[in-house]
């Protein structure tokens, strides 16, 4: 049978010419693979069956090596790939390792990709998108120290819509709440009250009936609303009769004029909008900053200009209303720099991340195939002993790779829809406006693309290495015999360095953010977050036209709370802490010389409940908090933070002193108390807000948020506080229940957001630069078995051989944590804006995860360490 095999053999290189030293090596390679194996114990027709089981057969070898030039090229890949699927078949541990491995990076690659792909680069649901642009106020600097961007006041406005000539339509727009009745009850629909223009302005139309007219922005004509398909499909089951149909919101009713087209959804979570009509009083405010602009450009005309349009606008304004506008100029933001571009440095971090995985999983991947290809040299050098030509072989190797990537490309896919519903409940709070984020065909054809150009490059340093081995060397190679491979060993420890490195870039980026979010964690907000709960009570106008009913509304409210058992405390204030919102206005101080409005200081305005201090544990420095005596009608007073306190009386006692409130004239405030500062504006703002406190009950404001401190756990009272206030007004929707401390927690969700996405692709980076270590170690392992043998025989102990190996694994180690130290260093400055309490090159941080990654690092070098300390010294001798 062996004879037969190689008669066949010598009948083939005859026929292709080869030289006659090339059959001699052939069979003197047969005779030992086969003497080996009958030593080893096989029988001579054992070790036939085994030798065409390696070779894969003459005959099918035979086939698959033709001369190219009489198989057309269609055949010719078509025979690749059903030999490389036979092969992957009959190596299905290797196979397996390499599919995972691959899809893994992958998975998370075309995952982030979806993101950014739906954020970043896809055009946005509005015609021409790129000549919408976001207007903003910018105030005076000294005023708002880092505030760059501030809502517009109304009759500023009207002279930038009137004086530009850069803009083709302009429109604005403010937030609005709505309480429809449904079969549940009372429910909160969020709306936004918008000017006539504002469609026009995005390029958005109604499905079904029409937008608002000019005429429907006059006070009396605004009781028409437009739909969200979402809530016309939800609420009205999708009845195209609902246009004309008069429904009651918020106690008035209005009539549906239309419903708009699904992909209008801007403001973000929209359910309807209304006209926004002002009276000839809101049309002249100039101070009072409330609402947001959109603007379409004419066409030909480019940002720059606009903002150059813009500046001498403001410019103009200033001079003819220094009271109001000295110091404010105007920003022009393109719509998508507005929408995402607080989130982009975050997710452009992040697709670096996930790329670097990507990097490490081919490192490993190129480790395996590369290892593999040259244990198969025999094989390879048979093929081309039979005829195959170079190109005809290396082609092969990349064939087998490619279609390993593409199956981990297949599974990655299956990993990244996960991945993506993960993300995306992450990024819900980040986004500021519905985009559909799927596997749509630019993710898959991403996902294709990226598998195909992952096998290359990871069959390329396997070719690349059979390219420089010699058909002849590779033939002589028998069991336990086999050819110097420096090249490979050095190409093999590059890959290892290159995914330590890596790793150690993405485990550092991952510790910062762990990092700033303890940082942020240690911040104290000036209040107590535990045991409270809150929830928001939006009056309608209609029914609380006057402050007297807000004001009764909202006592009677809260003592029905305070009386639930379990309560401890509750108060009520218009904007909650720990958010970036909330009003502010400036002041005048009594005692000092007037000055222009746009001269006086400006501090944040919150309008208070008594017993609010008292639920959130915020400290009374000086004088009294507010009570019950502090009512309409009584002596106006105010408390004052110490920061306000700091600025306006440095070194003085405040108490006694009067305030006035530029936009509530004529009612001057007497200082009853100075309080603890706040982190009004989220705990990463290390400079206090100067803060006014003004009562509730002299104030009489429509929205108000219920703050209850409770004994035990505060989310068992959201049903009875609930219960409580629709005994007040049974109409009434409640909004936003949550505790303080999922408050706190949103305040830094983007940081916390990244690093939980930095260090999940972290983790699966140290989990493949480790079984990277493993597999280089195992391997040469098995490379070296005669040497470690020899060794052994000569008097080396078992803790010997393992600082042998593990000495080799740490090397590779140690460079590849200094490479990965050299490049973190300039590449974590992009996460600047993120950090908090931390600086990019945190030598903690460095310090912290190297050790980290180097103790990984010893537990991958252990294992094949330790397999080497029990190899027979005998055996391994003897196999040559």
Same mark, same amino acid.
């Given at each position: 049978?062996?004879?037969?095999?190689?008669?066949?053999?010598?009948?083939?290189?005859?026929?292709?010419?080869?030289?006659?030293?090339?059959?001699?090596?052939?069979?003197?390679?047969?005779?030992?693979?086969?003497?080996?194996?009958?030593?080893?114990?096989?029988?001579?027709?054992?070790?036939?069956?085994?030798?065409?089981?390696?070779?894969?057969?003459?005959?099918?070898?035979?086939?698959?090596?033709?001369?190219?030039?009489?198989?057309?090229?269609?055949?010719?890949?078509?025979?690749?790939?059903?030999?490389?699927?036979?092969?992957?078949?009959?190596?299905? &541990?290797?196979?397996?390792?390499?599919?995972?491995?691959?899809?893994?990076?992958?998975?998370?690659?075309? $995952?982030?990709?979806?993101?950014?792909?739906?954020?970043?680069?896809?055009?946005?649901?509005?015609?021409?998108?790129?000549?919408?642009?976001?207007?903003?106020?910018?105030?005076?600097?000294?005023?708002?120290?880092?505030?760059?961007?501030?809502?517009?006041?109304?009759?500023?406005?009207?002279?930038?819509?009137?004086?530009?000539?850069?803009?083709?339509?302009?429109?604005?727009?403010? &937030?609005?709440?709505?309480?429809?009745?449904?079969?549940?009850?009372?429910?909160?629909?969020?709306?936004?009250?918008?000017?006539?223009?504002?469609?026009?302005?995005?390029?958005?139309?109604?499905?079904?009936?029409?937008?608002?007219?000019?005429?429907?922005?006059?006070?009396?004509?605004?009781?028409?609303?437009?739909?969200?398909?979402?809530?016309?499909?939800?609420?009205?089951?999708?009845?195209?009769?609902?246009?004309?149909?008069?429904?009651?919101?918020?106690?008035?009713?209005?009539?549906?004029?239309?419903?708009?087209?699904?992909?209008?959804?801007?403001?973000?979570?929209?359910?309807?909008?209304?006209?926004?009509?002002?009276?000839?009083?809101?049309?002249?405010?100039?101070?009072?900053?409330?609402?947001?602009?959109?603007?379409?450009?004419?066409?030909?005309?480019?940002?720059?200009?606009?903002?150059?349009?813009?500046?001498?606008?403001?410019?103009?304004?200033?001079?003819?209303?220094?009271?109001?506008?000295?110091?404010?100029?105007?920003?022009?933001?393109?719509?998508?720099?507005?929408?995402?571009?607080?989130?982009?440095?975050?997710?452009?971090?992040?697709?670096?991340?996930?790329?670097?995985?990507?990097?490490?999983?081919?490192?490993?991947?190129?480790?395996?195939?590369?290892?593999?290809?040259?244990?198969?040299?025999?094989?390879?050098?048979?093929?081309?002993?039979?005829?195959?030509?170079?190109?005809?072989?290396?082609?092969?190797?990349?064939?087998?790779?490619?279609?390993?990537?593409?199956?981990?490309?297949?599974?990655?896919?299956?990993?990244?829809?996960?991945?993506?519903?993960?993300?995306?409940?992450?990024?819900?709070?980040?986004?500021?406006?519905?985009?559909?984020?799927?596997?749509?065909?630019?993710?898959?054809?991403?996902?294709?693309?990226?598998?195909?150009?992952?096998?290359? $490059?990871?069959?390329?340093?396997?070719?690349?290495?059979?390219?420089?081995?010699?058909?002849?060397?590779?033939?002589?190679?028998?069991?336990?015999?086999?050819?110097?491979?420096?090249?490979?060993?050095?190409?093999?420890?590059?890959?290892?360095?290159?995914?330590?490195?890596?790793?150690?870039?993405?485990?550092?980026?991952?510790?910062?953010?762990?990092?700033?979010?303890?940082?942020?964690?240690?911040?104290?907000?000036?209040?107590?977050?535990?045991?409270?709960?809150?929830?928001?009570?939006?009056?309608?106008?209609?029914?609380?036209?006057?402050?007297?009913?807000?004001?009764?509304?909202?006592?009677?409210?809260?003592?029905?709370?305070?009386?639930?058992?379990?309560?401890?405390?509750?108060?009520?204030?218009?904007?909650?802490?720990?958010?970036?919102?909330?009003?502010?206005?400036?002041?005048?101080?009594?005692?000092?010389?007037?000055?222009?409005?746009?001269?006086?200081?400006?501090?944040?305005?919150?309008?208070?409940?008594?017993?609010?201090?008292?639920?959130?544990?915020?400290?009374?420095?000086?004088?009294?908090?507010?009570?019950?005596?502090?009512?309409?009608? &009584?002596?106006?007073?105010?408390?004052?933070?110490?920061?306000?306190?700091?600025?306006?009386?440095?070194?003085?006692?405040?108490?006694?002193?009067?305030?006035?409130?530029?936009?509530?004239?004529?009612?001057?405030?007497?200082?009853?108390?100075?309080?603890?500062?706040?982190?009004?504006?989220?705990?990463?703002?290390?400079?206090?807000?100067?803060?006014?406190?003004?009562?509730?009950?002299?104030?009489?404001?429509?929205?108000?948020?219920?703050?209850?401190?409770?004994?035990?756990?505060?989310?068992?009272?959201?049903?009875?506080?609930?219960?409580?206030?629709?005994?007040?007004?049974?109409?009434?929707?409640?909004?936003?229940?949550?505790?303080?401390?999922?408050?706190?927690?949103?305040?830094?969700?983007?940081?916390?957001?990244?690093?939980?996405?930095?260090?999940?692709?972290?983790?699966?980076?140290?989990?493949?630069?480790?079984?990277?270590?493993?597999?280089?170690?195992?391997?040469?392992?098995?490379?070296?078995?005669?040497?470690?043998?020899?060794?052994?025989?000569?008097?080396?102990?078992?803790?010997?051989?393992?600082?042998?190996?593990?000495?080799?694994?740490?090397?590779?180690?140690?460079?590849?944590?200094?490479? &990965?130290?050299?490049?973190?260093?300039?590449?974590?400055?992009?996460?600047?804006?993120?950090?908090?309490?931390?600086?990019?090159?945190?030598?903690?941080?460095?310090?912290?995860?190297?050790?980290?990654?180097?103790?990984?690092?010893?537990?991958?070098?252990?294992?094949?360490?330790?397999?080497?300390?029990?190899?027979?010294?005998?055996?391994?001798?003897?196999?040559?």
């Amino acid at each position: 049978m062996f004879d037969d095999l190689t008669m066949r053999a010598r009948s083939l290189f005859h026929r292709r010419g080869v030289e006659k030293e090339m059959d001699e090596e052939l069979k003197l390679h047969l005779e030992r693979e086969v003497g080996s194996l009958v030593a080893a114990g096989s029988t001579r027709e054992e070790a036939v069956r085994r030798a065409r089981r390696e070779f894969g057969g003459l005959d099918q070898i035979r086939e698959e090596c033709r001369d190219a030039r009489g198989v057309r090229p269609i055949e010719s890949l078509v025979q690749d790939l059903r030999y490389g699927a036979r092969i992957l078949l009959k190596s299905p &541990g290797f196979t397996l390792v390499v599919v995972l491995t691959l899809a893994l990076g992958i998975g998370a690659n075309t $995952a982030i990709f979806s993101v950014v792909d739906a954020l970043l680069i896809r055009p946005l649901p509005f015609p021409e998108a790129e000549r919408i642009a976001q207007i903003w106020h910018v105030p005076p600097a000294r005023k708002f120290p880092g505030v760059t961007r501030f809502s517009v006041s109304a009759a500023n406005y009207l002279d930038w819509r009137g004086r530009n000539h850069v803009f083709e339509a302009m429109a604005v727009y403010g &937030g609005r709440s709505f309480s429809f009745m449904n079969g549940d009850g009372p429910e909160a629909l969020s709306g936004a009250s918008v000017s006539s223009d504002f469609f026009r302005v995005l390029g958005a139309h109604a499905r079904i009936g029409r937008d608002f007219l000019a005429s429907e922005e006059e006070p009396g004509h605004d009781k028409v609303v437009l739909l969200s398909d979402a809530l016309w499909r939800t609420r009205f089951n999708a009845d195209p009769g609902v246009v004309g149909r008069a429904i009651r919101l918020s106690g008035d009713l209005y009539t549906v004029i239309g419903v708009m087209d699904p992909s209008c959804s801007f403001p973000a979570n929209v359910a309807l909008w209304s006209p926004l009509a002002w009276s000839a009083a809101d049309r002249g405010v100039r101070g009072n900053h409330n609402f947001a602009v959109v603007a379409r450009l004419r066409p030909g005309v480019e940002m720059a200009s606009a903002q150059q349009e813009m500046n001498a606008i403001s410019t103009r304004l200033e001079q003819e209303y220094p009271d109001d506008d000295r110091g404010w100029g105007a920003v022009v933001v393109p719509i998508r720099e507005e929408l995402f571009g607080q989130i982009r440095p975050a997710l452009l971090v992040l697709f670096g991340g996930v790329t670097c995985v990507l990097l490490i999983a081919c490192a490993n991947v190129a480790n395996l195939v590369l290892a593999r290809t040259m244990a198969r040299r025999r094989v390879l050098a048979l093929r081309s002993a039979l005829g195959a030509s170079r190109a005809r072989v290396l082609r092969q190797v990349l064939t087998e790779t490619v279609l390993l990537s593409v199956s981990g490309g297949a599974a990655g896919l299956l990993l990244a829809e996960a991945a993506l519903r993960w993300m995306e409940s992450l990024l819900a709070d980040n986004v500021p406006l519905q985009m559909e984020m799927g596997l749509d065909g630019r993710v898959l054809a991403f996902a294709l693309a990226l598998s195909i150009t992952t096998g290359l $490059a990871a069959g390329l340093a396997a070719s690349w290495r059979l390219t420089r081995s010699d058909p002849i060397e590779g033939l002589r190679e028998g069991p336990g015999r086999s050819a110097s491979d420096a090249g490979g060993r050095r190409t093999r420890a590059a890959l290892v360095v290159a995914e330590v490195a890596l790793s150690l870039v993405l485990l550092i980026g991952a510790g910062l953010m762990i990092r700033t979010l303890a940082s942020l964690r240690g911040v104290d907000p000036g209040l107590d977050v535990r045991n409270v709960l809150t929830m928001t009570v939006n009056l309608p106008f209609t029914k609380y036209a006057t402050p007297a009913p807000r004001i009764a509304f909202f006592d009677r409210a809260l003592a029905r709370v305070r009386a639930l058992p379990g309560v401890e405390s509750a108060g009520a204030v218009d904007s909650l802490p720990l958010l970036r919102s909330g009003s502010a206005q400036p002041v005048a101080v009594e005692g000092l010389p007037p000055v222009p409005m746009s001269e006086q200081p400006e501090v944040a305005v919150r309008v208070i409940s008594p017993g609010y201090m008292r639920s959130l544990r915020i400290p009374i420095r000086e004088g009294r908090d507010f009570s019950d005596a502090d009512a309409a009608g &009584g002596t106006p007073v105010v408390l004052i933070s110490e920061a306000m306190a700091k600025q306006l009386w440095p070194g003085e006692d405040p108490l006694g002193r009067r305030v006035t409130l530029t936009f509530v004239p004529g009612i001057a405030r007497e200082i009853v108390g100075v309080v603890a500062d706040v982190k009004l504006r989220g705990v990463d703002l290390a400079e206090p807000v100067p803060t006014l406190y003004w009562p509730q009950a002299q104030a009489g404001t429509f929205r108000m948020s219920l703050v209850v401190r409770a004994a035990a756990r505060p989310g068992d009272l959201a049903p009875a506080v609930t219960a409580a206030i629709r005994e007040v007004d049974p109409e009434l929707p409640v909004l936003n229940r949550r505790t303080m401390d999922a408050v706190l927690d949103g305040s830094f969700s983007q940081q916390e957001t990244t690093m939980l996405l930095l260090g999940a692709f972290g983790s699966l980076a140290v989990l493949l630069a480790g079984l990277g270590i493993y597999s280089v170690l195992s391997y040469g392992v098995r490379q070296r078995g005669k040497e470690i043998g020899i060794r052994m025989a000569l008097g080396a102990r078992s803790p010997d051989v393992l600082r042998l190996v593990m000495g080799e694994g740490l090397r590779l180690t140690m460079v590849g944590l200094a490479l &990965g130290a050299a490049a973190a260093v300039p590449l974590t400055r992009l996460l600047r804006d993120l950090l908090f309490g931390v600086t990019p090159t945190d030598p903690v941080t460095f310090i912290a995860v190297a050790a980290g990654l180097c103790a990984v690092a010893l537990a991958a070098c252990y294992l094949p360490a330790r397999r080497a300390t029990r190899v027979d010294p005998m055996l391994a001798i003897r196999t040559d």
